[in-house]
T-cell receptor, first 113, second 111 residues
């Protein structure tokens, strides 16, 4: 079935370590997104990409990095520069329509020990 | 800038009663509005969207939403709530290639 796969589902890291979250989609969507979810704050946009080899910062990009080398893949790296990385991270994609909805993966929960 | 607001952190309703989850929006131009549902430790699932046309939009699982341009609202509704509807609900607005989400409303449906 078509969809978005995020891995790992749960991840623990020590302070000062970088960690990379995987996001793969087989929906043939051009646009992909990373959101961060914290309790009571809704979803905040970290990075998004409209096309391969191009991406833009969202509202909270500091301490994060991304790449878009393939249409299907949009990995997110949480660097040691991110002050408060413990959160639930959601990857999403969107098709060609200008009015279409986002499709979401199941999320990755990162906990910094 | 586009934005949405969900004024209620939590809504409580008895099973079988109608439910409403509120959302107001602020946009320049035509609003593209969405509702999503999230169960614990899961991704968001799309329920319905308003792009243009009929102000009453029907979606998945018996949910519907009413678009009101004069009140800049897009409230989610269901005639008869189920215990399984208990979840976190998000309203969102699309601005070209970016989506902005409300803070979410936790719906509790009690037997």
């Amino acid at each position: 079935d078509g969809g978005i796969t995020q891995s790992p589902k749960y991840l623990f890291r020590k302070e000062g370590q970088n960690v990379t979250l995987s996001c793969e989609q087989n929906l043939n969507h051009d646009a992909m997104y990373w959101y961060r979810q914290d309790p009571g704050q809704g979803l905040r946009l970290i990075y998004y990409s409209q096309i391969v080899n191009d991406f833009q910062k969202g509202d909270i990009a500091e301490g994060y990095s991304v790449s878009r080398e393939k249409k299907e893949s949009f990995p997110l790296t949480v660097t040691s520069a991110q002050k408060n990385p413990t959160a639930f991270y959601l990857c999403a994609s969107n098709g060609h329509s200008n009015t279409g909805e986002l499709f979401f993966g199941e999320g990755s929960r990162l906990t910094v020990l | 800038a586009q934005s949405v607001a969900q004024p209620e952190d939590q809504v409580n309703v008895a099973e079988g009663n109608p439910l409403t989850v509120k959302c107001t929006y602020s946009v320049s131009g035509n609003p593209y509005l969405f509702w999503y549902v999230q169960y614990p430790n899961r991704g968001l699932q799309f329920l319905l969207k308003y792009i243009t046309g009929d102000n009453l939009v029907k979606g998945s699982y018996g949910f519907e939403a009413e678009f009101n341009k004069s009140q800049t609202s897009f409230h989610l509704k269901k005639p008869s709530a189920l215990v399984s509807d208990s979840a976190l609900y998000f309203c969102a607005v699309r601005d070209f290639n970016k989506f902005y989400f409300g803070s979410g409303t936790k719906l509790n449906v009690k037997p």
